[in-house]
């Protein structure tokens, strides 16, 4: 019998690497530590019902202090998203004004001072927000290893807030919290 099981595992073999590459094309490779300390910035894909990682290869560096206006905000973000860092209590952010005020300058300020620190963003696409449990997921099994080495900002542009808003629930459920907690540092 222990021969027909491994003539049998012997021709499953190569079926098996198919579909794992397969998959992989679909989901892209599991992401780990070093997947974190290679890139910075990740946008959250989704597709066919399975969400992944893709790295952002060249992220638009800005500067904090390039922003004029708007000193006290930078500030206040700057002192949450230090506490994020620092594994310290911290709040969930919203950053609201006209189109051109600097929140997605903001954010990318924040990673060009903290990137070194370990911060990672990653974009989220507002039609994605129903893969907000996955996007949780996939960062907290990456980061099981190293769990005080890297803080995420997950960052959705452009959001707008109606009940009937696709992911307005899954939203609302991550940040107000459910039964399964939220990954530490996200």
């Not at 006290?72 to 051109?100: F, K, M, S, W």
């Amino acid at each position: 019998m222990s021969d027909l099981l491994e003539r049998l595992a012997h021709r499953l073999d190569p079926i098996l690497d198919r579909v794992d590459r397969l998959l992989a094309q679909f989901v892209g490779a599991a992401p780990g530590p070093e997947t974190f300390e290679r890139w910075h910035a990740f946008r959250w894909r989704s597709g066919r019902g399975v969400g992944r990682l893709e790295p952002i290869e060249t992220v638009a560096a800005f500067e904090l202090d390039s922003l004029i206006g708007v000193e006290r905000a930078v500030e206040a973000l700057d002192r949450n998203t230090r506490q994020l860092i620092a594994g310290l209590p911290y709040n969930d952010v919203l950053l609201h004004g006209e189109r051109g005020t600097g929140k997605s300058s903001a954010v990318r300020g924040l990673l060009s001072r903290y990137a070194d620190r370990g911060l990672r963003i990653v974009e989220v696409d507002r039609n994605d927000l129903a893969e907000l449990p996955q996007l949780l997921a996939t960062l907290r099994d990456g980061t099981r290893s190293l769990p005080d080495r890297y803080s995420f900002l997950v960052f959705c542009d452009d959001l707008s807030f109606g009940s009937s808003e696709l992911g307005f629930r899954e939203l609302k459920a991550a940040l107000e919290g459910g039964i399964e907690a939220r990954p530490a540092r996200v």
